[in-house]
Nanobody
Framework: QVQLVESGGGLVQAGGSLRLSCAAS????????MGWFRQTPGKEREFVAA????????YYADSVKGRFTISRDNAKKTVYLQMNTLKPEDTAVYYC????????????????WGQGTQVTVSS
């Protein structure tokens, strides 16, 4: 099993940047593919980015491609989401998630979730 704790959210102006972190517990972090998702009130949780176990493969939602970067440090058991050129529509609660071995864009494929961190982008 793995437990996840996100941090780094906050309030930022449009065009600004934030870096989210997701710290994992457990001894086998490097066996887990990781994903970032986000959710706004009244909407379903949506995929943002995913990264393979080694970090060698990444995948992004079209809405964030070119602005967000997912990365991981297996020695630190942490996955990051660097968010640049933020827009008001990026405002959401951001969640990290973990699943064994292969990355996925589907929320239902991830059994482990963090508690979320709020990101608010003002116009």
């Amino acid at each position: 099993q793995v437990q996840l704790v996100e941090s780094g959210g906050g309030l930022v102006q449009a065009g600004g940047s934030l870096r989210l972190s997701c710290a994992a517990s457990g001894r086998t972090f490097s066996s887990y593919a990781m994903g970032w998702f986000r959710q706004t009130p009244g909407k379903e949780r949506e995929f943002v980015a995913a990264i393979s176990t080694s970090g060698g493969s990444t995948y992004y939602a079209d809405s964030v491609k070119g602005r967000f970067t997912i990365s991981r440090d297996n020695a630190k058991k942490t996955v990051y989401l660097q968010m640049n050129t933020l827009k008001p529509e990026d405002t959401a609660v951001y969640y990290c998630a973990a699943r064994l071995y292969t990355r996925s864009t589907l929320t239902t494929d991830y059994p482990y979730w963090g508690q979320g961190t709020q990101v608010t982008v003002s116009s």
